[in-house]
């Protein structure tokens, strides 16, 4: 498996208060990702970053916030909690390095983070 | 807006048989075509992928089929075997520099022994 760890793992919390997720890679790759993923929709992107201090808006991005300052560390915020954004949060990673093969392209899953706001 | 749409959404086969999950996506900018595997509780995996520039790759009992001027793809699973009972993706990354995949919403498998 990558070597990508997300923390927590599970975590139960009420409508309005902050929560911050956290993504941690050791294969040292330029692009780091989150998504969300719920029954019927897939996996819909959040934000991703291509470099520190560099991120961008996904799919789904309203309610979300992103800050990597090491290249192994990416964190998503959620500011207010609601209960729309219960879901199952993935970290990804990929190495996404120009002009090599198609192996740069491909992205790497974490174990996810169970997020409930009751 | 989803762009890459997956059909069927559950799929159950019988034990030996073939696994076939459709994708058919608009954009033609997109040059990669990856498949993930998620077991439940598990992030998905990595599957099988492939360019636009070739019609099949295979990877043991995995084959994509790739038909680029109908603008889909799809996933055959030969000899189906209960431990491929999972959800598959089909996805596919804009060209240009983007490092993005847009996800298709999902197949549950069902493989019966």
């Known amino acids: 498996d990558a070597g990508i760890t997300q923390s927590p793992r599970h975590k139960v919390t009420e409508t309005g208060t902050p929560v911050t997720l956290r993504c941690h890679q050791t294969?040292?790759?330029?692009?780091m990702y989150w998504y969300r993923q719920d029954p019927g929709h897939g996996l819909r992107l959040i934000h991703y970053s291509y470099g520190v201090k560099d991120t961008d808006k996904g799919e789904v991005s309203d309610g979300y916030s992103v800050s990597r300052s090491k290249t192994e560390d990416f964190l998503l915020t959620l500011e207010s909690a609601t209960s729309s954004q219960t879901s199952v949060y993935f970290c990804?990673?990929?190495?996404?390095?120009?002009?090599?093969?198609?192996?740069?392209?491909?992205?790497?899953f974490g174990p996810g983070t169970r997020l409930t706001v009751t | 807006q989803q762009q890459v749409k997956q059909s069927p959404q559950s799929l159950i086969v019988q034990k030996g048989g073939i696994s076939i999950i459709n994708c058919a996506y608009e954009?033609?900018?997109?040059?990669?075509f990856p498949w993930y595997q998620q077991f439940p509780g598990k992030g998905p995996a990595l599957l099988i992928a492939?360019?636009?520039?070739?019609s099949e790759k295979k990877e043991g009992r995995f084959t994509i089929s790739f038909n680029k001027s109908a603008k889909q793809f799809s996933l055959h699973i030969m000899d189906s075997q209960p431990g491929d009972s999972a959800t598959y993706f089909c996805?596919?990354?804009?060209?240009?520099?983007?490092?993005?995949?847009?996800f298709g919403k999902g197949t549950k498998l069902t493989v019966n022994p």
């Open positions: 996805a596919a990354r804009s060209g240009g520099g983007s490092e993005k995949l847009v």
């Open positions: 294969e040292n790759h330029r692009y």
């Open positions: 954009n033609t900018a997109f040059d990669y």
């Open positions: 492939i360019r636009p520039d070739v």
């Open positions: 990804a990673i990929s190495a996404g390095l120009a002009g090599a093969d198609s192996s740069s392209y491909e992205q790497y």
